[in-house]
């Protein structure tokens, strides 16, 4: 038996007599199941894919009675019954889909040997297609994900066509296919340097600049950043007449990494070394290359996101366009986990510049699709650290990537699954450990050992595992159960105490971080008494800058320190020196910019404590009140002769500038909110990011309260713009500037 899913569903017997397969349903049921081919597909699946709004009561009878009425249908044997579910007994080859990807595989494997074998293979390929993919199905939940795999496949399978053709000659006769091609798909950098490659080709140069042109020119329109180094390599070649091979190898891919500088990603360089787990990196990069979505899991201060930023450089390699690091450790709304990849992967949220009509070609308002469109075709890894507090985001955002993006792998880091199809799981377990009475040189032989004495020697430089310290150097380790996190902590507490003293402490300290509770937060089943133990060697003013400091959602300098940290307790003259002391006690980073920033996990703990002092709001407002000064004091600069240097003051605070409006926001006070929106508003223009500026203001705008006319004016007109930019809405930008000139006469001169 055959079963066609690239068109409308076709099947065929081994006579290739056609099979008429009747009734939405049981078309439904049959494709779900041919997806799958020879493998199981549960009970569930098949009632999700059949009722889409939900099964009916009785759901296992109907299901079954669907069964029935289909195995009548198909050959004997075709269709088999097991406990668990069911599945269609057949060869994955008899499926026209997977035959069509395994063919397509093995025409682009044989473009670089034999381009005129490749081209026959992957038109063999493409000759599959009859029309739309699952097109029975393609508005089905159950069929997004291999429908978008699919098409994406198609257009991949026909550029390795091209090229292939390119390769063996024939680029006169590709140029109308290539041109269509790019006419659909103006943002696929590969169509565009294989139309490119074959004008220039065939005599035709002027066409093959022009066709740069127009891909750059979209490119800035619609993602704000240019094509890729690469494909401006193959401009140039044109530009100075050199043959059109010698820019791009034959058959290969025209991308780079995202974003204005191409190059090989993102990933932060290691201030330290990595100790202990060589093993598992190879193993993890393994997975990451087999798997296309792998999630590192494990309690806080386990070492996932350095195991996961090393796993990255060692794949580094097998990447053309790099490995991106996405942190989501700051954070706190859900629905900035987007923003966050498209600011990582250099890809502005909206375009700076937009066309006649005031909206950018091919743009799109959803922010995963634009990220979709910015990243589709190239070979690339993100990694998406800290996804535990956005779980539901984290795993929405990877999932459809997944399915737009053929040629990504996603590599997450959280303390559960994503717990999406696809997944495979790495749990990152603790270093191993010495025997109690093991001897210095056994002992150094264990990951915990080592990484406790590196880093005690990096604050200590005479410290040794030795005889009279090895002792207290296991205890140390085994009590704190061998999470790295805590270890780093311990061994940044021997600047001040003797090892001796360390281990004493933490006989009955941290007796919790045995527990291992799967019901409990797994924050405090590792860390908690870690950072109670440094939280009870500061002093009170030390105490009150950490909880001040945890307040700050993307760092800080010195002078915001002690504008928003001073108090009862802590003079803004001390705030310096306190500074200092829980920089050198490992509490708080100093970052090269001059700002000071801290572990997510510290700023939690802050977080909480600040929440037990029970000066939350006070704090709160301090932060909103010193970075709302801020934002006004730059607002005028945005609009002059210091722009450049406004923007990038701006820039750096984005995040503690964003969380005290949204503060604002919470807290109902509109009077603080809206001057906020007025005060940012020509920034949200500037940097893109019109529609996340337009958001916050309505949100402002919804709140009651009284606010100064000038002050409210302002902010309408400017929420009017950004909101006609960033989306074409015109009938709410009409409102709100009706509303702005009523503001404005009702305010005066």
Not at 96 to 104: H, S
Not at 427 to 454: I, K
Not at 716 to 732: H, P
Request: glycine content about 8%; overall charge neutral.
């Amino acid at each position: 038996m055959r079963v066609g899913l690239l068109g409308p569903l076709e099947v065929h017997d081994e006579a290739g007599r056609a099979i008429t397969v009747g009734g939405p349903r049981l078309r439904a049921l049959l494709i779900r199941l041919a997806l799958d081919p020879g493998r199981l597909v549960g009970a569930a699946a098949l009632a999700d894919a059949v009722w889409p709004t939900g099964p009916p009561p009785g759901a296992a009878n109907a299901l079954q009675a669907l069964v029935s009425r289909l195995r009548r249908l198909l050959p004997p044997g075709a269709l088999v019954s097991q406990p668990a579910g069911y599945l269609l007994a057949v060869e994955p080859w008899a499926v026209d889909a997977v035959r069509f990807e395994a063919l397509a595989a093995r025409g682009r494997a044989a473009a670089s040997r034999d381009p005129l074998g490749a081209a026959a293979i992957l038109r063999e390929a493409l000759a599959l297609w009859r029309g739309a993919a699952l097109v029975d199905v393609a508005t089905a939940d159950f069929a997004r994900s291999p429908v978008a795999r699919l098409t994406e496949l198609r257009l991949s399978a026909l550029e390795d066509r091209c090229a292939a053709d390119l390769a063996a000659g024939a680029a006169p006769d590709v140029i109308p296919e290539l041109r269509a091609l790019v006419a659909a798909q103006p943002l696929r950098e590969r169509s565009a340097g294989l139309l490119i490659r074959a004008l220039a080709s065939a005599g035709r140069p002027a066409e093959a600049l022009a066709a740069y042109e127009r891909c750059r020119a979209a490119f800035a329109e619609t993602l704000g950043t240019e094509p890729s180094p690469a494909l401006a390599a193959l401009h140039l070649a044109v530009l100075r007449g050199e043959p059109p091979a010698t820019a791009v190898a034959d058959g290969a891919p025209v991308s780079a990494a995202p974003g204005a500088g191409g190059g090989q990603g993102n990933l932060p360089a290691p201030l330290t070394t990595f100790v202990g787990r060589d093993h598992e990196v190879t193993r993890v990069a393994k997975l990451v290359a087999e798997s296309r979505l792998t999630t590192l899991t494990g309690p806080g201060g386990a070492g996932k996101t350095r195991l996961a930023t090393e796993c990255a450089r060692t794949a580094l390699p097998d990447l053309p366009d790099g490995a991106w690091l996405v942190e989501l450790a700051p954070i706190l709304d859900p629905a900035e986990v987007p923003l966050a990849a498209l600011s990582a992967l250099g890809l502005r949220e909206r375009p700076l510049l937009t066309g006649p009509t005031g909206r950018a070609a091919h743009e799109d308002p959803d922010p995963v699709a634009r990220l979709a469109v910015g990243i589709a075709g190239r070979h690339l890894l993100l990694v998406l650290d800290n996804c535990e507090h956005v779980i539901g985001a984290a795993a929405a955002l990877a999932d459809r990537l997944l399915a737009r993006c053929p040629h990504l792998r996603v590599l997450t880091t959280s303390r559960e699954p994503l717990g999406i199809t696809g997944e495979t799981l790495w749990p990152v377990e603790p270093l191993a450990l010495p025997p109690a009475d093991a001897p210095p040189g056994e002992a150094l032989g264990y990951p915990a050992v080592r990484l406790l004495a590196d880093r005690a020697q990096a604050v200590r430089p005479d410290f040794a595992v030795d005889d009279r310290t090895v002792r207290d150097v296991v205890t140390i380790c085994r009590a704190l159960d061998g999470m790295p996190l805590a270890i780093e902590l311990a061994a940044a507490r021997l600047r001040a105490l003797p090892v001796r003293e360390v281990a004493a402490r933490l006989d009955d300290r941290f007796r919790l971080l045995t527990a291992g509770s799967r019901t409990a937060r797994p924050r405090h089943q590792t860390l908690r008494a870690v950072v109670d133990w440094s939280w009870d060697l500061l002093d009170e003013a030390e105490r009150a800058l950490w909880r001040g400091l945890a307040v700050f959602a993307g760092g800080a300098t010195v002078a915001a320190a002690e504008r928003v940290c001073a108090g009862p307790g802590l003079p803004a003259a001390e705030v310096l020196d306190r500074l200092a002391a829980l920089v050198d006690k490992s509490l708080v980073v100093a970052m090269p910019d001059g700002r000071y920033g801290m572990l997510e996990t510290i700023r939690a703990y802050g977080l909480e404590r600040l929440v037990e002092a029970g000066a939350e709001d006070a704090l709160r407002r301090a932060h909103a009140t010193a970075f709302l000064a801020l934002a006004e004091e730059l607002a005028a600069g945005l609009r002059g002769g210091e722009q450049l240097g406004c923007l990038a003051r701006l820039t750096a605070d984005h995040d503690n500038v964003h969380a005290a409006l949204r503060w604002a926001i919470a807290a109902g006070d509109a009077a603080l909110a809206t001057r906020f929106a007025a005060a940012l508003g020509w920034y949200w223009w500037l940097r893109g990011r019109r529609g996340e500026g337009a958001d916050l203001a309505a949100m402002a705008f919804a709140l009651t309260g009284p606010v100064p006319p000038a002050v409210a004016g302002l902010a309408y007109a400017l929420a009017a713009m950004n909101v006609a930019g960033g989306r074409s809405d015109v009938a709410r930008a009409h409102r709100w500037l009706t509303r702005a000139a009523a503001l404005a006469r009702r305010a005066g001169p």
